[in-house]
């Protein structure tokens, strides 16, 4: 069956310092995948996807990028954290529909 | 552009009593339709989905949804509802037309509060 992993659960990272989130897909093969930032616990925004290796597309201007340097990879970074890069991040796969990672409570302080 | 539309923040029902989270969506072409669940700080929880035939869509933990074309809805219901169904509950449409990415719009979530 097919899984995915994201790490860590949650980080209090200082406003300017560097970020890298990763996700892991398991039991599939070139998966679609997402990047989504929830802020306030209730809507979510698409940041980034990846139909495969290499190819990223962003959806929005902001101070964050992704990569996706293998298949089941996709890793979301900053250089530098501003205070409104906090929320809740959630790394998803799919296809018709989605299956969603735990999520990151990042905190920038 | 599609869109989807949640119109309550918040549903609140008593314990055994039937429950709507109401949807409607806007979309070019015949949409796919989700339901998620979301508990603190988790991530969502994929409920039922309807892609084509019947309107009524049975899904996880006794919910459902029907799929009203004329109405551009797709409202979540549930018989009778548990004080362990309080989440939040989020809606999602795709165009079909989207090519490979298959993007999922959501809605702004409903927060169901079920009590004793």
């Known amino acids: 069956s097919q899984t995915i992993h994201q790490w860590p659960a949650t980080l209090v990272q200082p406003v300017g310092s560097p970020l890298s989130l990763e996700c892991t897909v398991e039991?599939?093969?070139?998966?679609?995948l997402y990047w989504y930032r929830q802020a306030a616990g209730r809507g979510l925004q698409l940041l980034f996807y990846s139909v495969g290796i290499g190819q990223i597309s962003s959806e929005v201007p902001q101070n964050l990028s992704a990569s996706r340097p293998q298949d089941r990879q996709f890793i979301l970074s900053s250089k530098k954290l501003l205070l409104s890069d906090s929320g809740f991040y959630l790394c998803a796969w799919g296809g018709y529909g989605y299956t969603f990672g735990s999520g990151t409570r990042l905190t920038v302080v | 552009a599609q869109s989807v539309a949640q119109p309550e923040d918040q549903v609140n029902v008593a314990e055994g009593n039937p429950l709507t989270v109401k949807c409607t969506y806007s979309?070019?072409?015949?949409?796919?339709l989700f339901w998620y669940v979301q508990y603190p700080n988790r991530g969502l929880q994929f409920l039922l989905k309807y892609i084509t035939g019947d309107n009524l869509v049975k899904g996880s933990y006794g919910f459902e949804a029907e799929f009203n074309k004329s109405q551009t809805s797709f409202h979540l219901k549930k018989p009778s509802a548990l004080v362990s169904d309080s989440a939040l509950y989020f809606c999602a449409v795709r165009d079909p037309n989207t090519g490979t990415a298959s993007k999922l719009t959501f809605g702004t979530g409903t927060r169901l509060q079920v009590t004793l």
């Open positions: 979309v070019s072409g015949n949409p796919y």
């Open positions: 039991g599939t093969s070139n998966p679609n």
